[in-house]
């Protein structure tokens, strides 16, 4: 059974900077995307904020952004650690929601159980 654990979200300033982490435990073999969605409030769906994906046997990642997040946020992961991280720079009022990660592995999709984000102006 796998398992998402997020931490790493906050109450933070307009301009300032978090860095969310996403920890995966059990059999992640086959992990074939990971990334991070949002929810903002009042809002019913997710929005994809970050990806990396992989589409061959290279083991390559490549990464998708987002319009509204690019150049502010970085998804990268540390394979020794099985976790996925999100660095948000330059944060905005309208960056505030829940924040849920996945992985897609072996083509099942996992998630997190979310974690707030506030970005005060």
């Known amino acids: 059974q796998v398992q998402l654990v997020e931490s790493g979200g906050g109450l933070v300033q307009a301009g300032g900077s978090l860095r969310l982490s996403c920890a995966a435990s059990g059999d992640t073999f086959g992990t074939n995307a990971m990334g991070w969605y949002r929810q903002s409030p009042g809002k019913q769906q997710r929005e994809l904020v970050a990806?990396?994906?992989?589409?061959?046997?290279?083991?390559?990642?490549?990464?998708n952004y987002v319009d509204s997040v690019k150049g502010r946020f970085t998804i990268s992961r540390d394979n020794t650690k099985n976790t996925v991280y999100l660095q948000m720079n330059s944060l905005k009022p309208e960056d505030t929601a829940v924040y849920f990660c996945?992985?897609?592995?072996?083509?099942?999709?996992?998630w997190g159980q979310g974690t707030q984000v506030t970005v005060s102006d």
């Open positions: 990806r990396m994906t992989t589409s061959g046997l290279s083991g390559l990642f490549s990464t």
């Open positions: 996945y992985q897609v592995i072996r083509y099942m999709n996992y």
